[in-house]
């Protein structure tokens, strides 16, 4: 909609403006929150009518940035009923003019265009104005059990399956404005456009949701605590590793050092109580779990922290968490745990035009982990090391803290990561640190500010103490935990792997035909690795296939080792905190190219231990951190993203 008339083609003038101002000091803390998404000159928007003057309707988009007018005139002429408080699509002209006022965040004001709407025009211009991975905000417009639908655009609507709501598919109803984004927009050699979506959960009510879910107390009432757990914790007291001695409701007795449940119990609540209080419990969920784990403030003898792990199954959201691990639960958690993060996208831009060039930081081929996601993936378990080893420099005064990345910018200067105390009311968790900026050690404005505000310059993460553990010796024997690896990761395995061996076995072909409307369905590996387990209590053909392969092909890479001393690759092993080695395991036949890597520990007697696989992606995320690997086989370009769990990094609560 637009005024043609040139006399009424006036923004607001100042008088208006001021009265503008409480509708946009409203707005501020939405601005403070979601910066991701305000409209452009020429797109379609999506505006409520917040106020009426003697000649004109004031609108607001839903960007809460965007405002344009209409006059009555034209209203009139068009007949245009409108109401206020009630929301109306429009075309923004592409005149604007942006006005500053007391409020922190500036509003853009536009010409609307009184034009007829078509929906090739509408998907057209959606398509030039955005791109895949942008967030927008748009209205529900029908809601049924199968699906949601939306309009981006008047005539443009999009259907959403129900199921990518997860467990949130009823907290979204017709009528309301939701958060999106674009999963894909594809423009096809006929001129056809497709564009999907999906959800973005708000984050504080997401977080909302899944807190209050959280138990109140280790009480059995709330969870359950198998006896193989207790009996872990127990050896730990007795070992001197846990400090039980610090909790005054339960000493140990000078005549017997062998604690009774309740006092076992009691212990976890103290420890339970810590994490909860300072919002310091961690919660995941995956299609079919929902996890949580908290930090017992502890390490074991290798330094890395002890967490308690439970899980409950998502469709018995009313029964107990189970406990299913005490130790190590997962290094990026750390990051999400103590760093709030505005903007990730901007972040890792940020970081990534200071880097030193030549290196690629994203997975190959059309994944859904996003751009530079290697790069995110280093700075958390960058700073899972420096945390742990204390190699974070605060100032505690000012509240500020910063560690070294172990990056380099063009210069092979090293480039730290600077933090600021955590000040924004709107993260749900309270984490201790926000972002601040990423600077050289006195270069440019924010580099030094380094050496003025901090007396000590932070050290980088040291992974190698001993140079001979970054090679494999051909002349040692390797032992393989065949049954952890097929048992507990088999979804790490690629499906036409197990399409090839599993051939002949009838109920796997039943899982393969019940899934094959839906082949990119995570139930049908859960159902498989029933399967497997299943047929290893019993005659264990089907199991047996698999390790037959598995072993040949961890013989076939001893080989490539004898071949060339650069196929074992070293990586950092945070379940350790120590350094292991990766090995290429071809199990497709696919030009002898490795789908897996066998992760192996050397042992003290100079043997290795085969301990567990990891995907491609996982593989060179642990590499990466050394060092860039300097392998033909682990690279990100030969890295395909295939992904049978929903969610790689929840595998640490089961390991």
């Known amino acids: 909609m637009i005024d043609n008339n040139s006399s009424n083609n006036n923004f607001c003038n100042d008088s208006e403006n001021k009265q503008n101002n409480e509708t946009e000091c409203e707005t501020k803390n939405f601005q403070e929150t979601y910066r991701d998404f305000i409209y452009h000159p020429g797109e379609y928007a999506y505006a409520k009518c917040i106020k009426v003057t003697e000649n004109r309707y004031i609108f607001q988009c839903i960007d809460k940035y965007s405002y344009f007018y209409i006059s009555k005139s034209l209203a009139d002429e068009f007949n245009f009923n409108i109401e206020i408080d009630k929301y109306y699509w429009s075309k923004l002209g592409t005149d604007f003019k942006q006005t500053e006022n007391n409020c922190q965040y500036s509003k853009v004001w536009f010409i609307a265009d009184a034009s007829k709407s078509n929906t090739g025009i509408e998907i057209n ?82 977080d909302k949701f899944l807190w209050d879910m959280l138990p109140k107390t280790m009480d059995y009432s709330e969870v359950t605590i198998p006896e193989k757990i207790l009996g872990i914790i127990n050896k730990n007291i007795q070992d001197k590793l846990f400090s039980y001695s610090t909790f005054t409701n339960c000493a140990l007795d000078d005549n017997d050092d062998s604690l009774s449940r309740e006092e076992l119990i009691s212990f976890l609540n103290e420890k339970y109580k810590i994490a909860y209080d300072s919002k310091k419990v961690t919660m995941h969920y995956n299609y079919n779990y929902y996890y949580m784990e908290f930090d017992t403030g502890e390490k074991d003898e290798r330094g890395v922290p002890i967490h308690v792990c439970f899980k409950k199954k998502r469709e018995e959201i009313n029964r107990n968490w189970k406990c299913n691990l005490i130790g190590f639960s997962s290094a990026e958690r750390e990051f999400e745990k103590y760093v709030y993060v505005d903007n990730w996208q901007k972040l890792l831009d940020e970081l990534s035009d200071m880097l030193l060039k030549g290196e690629n930081w994203d997975l190959s081929g059309e994944n859904e982990k996003g751009k530079h996601f290697i790069l995110k993936q280093y700075l958390k378990f960058t700073f899972y090391k420096v945390r742990i080893d204390n190699k974070i420099t605060e100032n505690i005064d000012k509240g500020i803290a910063v560690f070294d990345t172990g990056l380099v910018d063009k210069s092979y200067d090293n480039i730290y990561c600077y933090l600021e105390k955590n000040k924004n009311k709107y993260d749900f968790y309270e984490r201790d640190w926000s972002f601040g900026y990423f600077a050289t050690w006195g270069k440019g ?81 859960n159902e498989v690795s029933e399967y497997i387990k299943e047929d290893h209590k019993g005659d264990g053909k089907a199991y047996k296939e698999i390790q037959t392969s598995l072993e040949t092909a961890v013989d076939t890479a001893i080989k490539y080792c004898r071949w060339n001393y650069k196929t074992a690759i070293p990586i950092y092993y945070p379940r350790t905190n120590g350094i292991s080695l990766l090995l290429p395991l071809c199990l497709t036949n696919n030009d002898n190219r490795a789908d897996v890597a066998l992760v192996i520990e050397k042992l003290e007697s100079g043997h290795y231990q085969g301990q567990t696989i990891l995907t491609l992606d996982m593989a060179y995320q642990d590499a990466r951190l050394i060092c860039r690997p300097n392998s033909e086989w682990l690279t990100p370009e030969n890295i395909e993203t295939y992904h049978n769990i929903e969610d790689d990094d929840l595998d640490d609560f089961d390991e």
């Open 445 to 525: 404005e924010n580099g030094k500010n380094l050496p003025r505000l901090f007396a000590i310059q932070p050290n980088p993460a040291k992974y190698i103490d001993k140079l001979e553990n970054i090679f494999y010796d051909t002349d040692k024997i390797l032992f393989c935990d065949y049954e952890h690896i097929i048992l507990d990761n088999i979804n790490r395995l690629p499906f036409e792997f197990l399409k090839t061996k599993l051939k002949d076995y009838e109920r796997f072909q039943k899982i393969i035909n019940k899934y094959s409307n839906d082949p990119k369905s995570f139930k049908k590996f």
């Open 125 to 206: 211009q959606f398509a030039n104005l955005h791109r895949k991975n942008d967030i927008i905000y748009a209205p529900i417009t029908d809601k049924n059990i199968d699906y949601i639908s939306v309009n981006i655009s008047p005539n443009f609507t999009l259907r959403i399956e129900s199921n990518k709501f997860k467990g949130q598919y009823s907290d979204f109803k017709q009528g309301d404005i939701a958060k999106f984004e674009i999963e894909s927009l594809l423009r096809k050699e006929n001129g056809k456009i497709t564009v999907q979506l999906k959800p973005v959960f708000h984050e504080t009510r997401n």
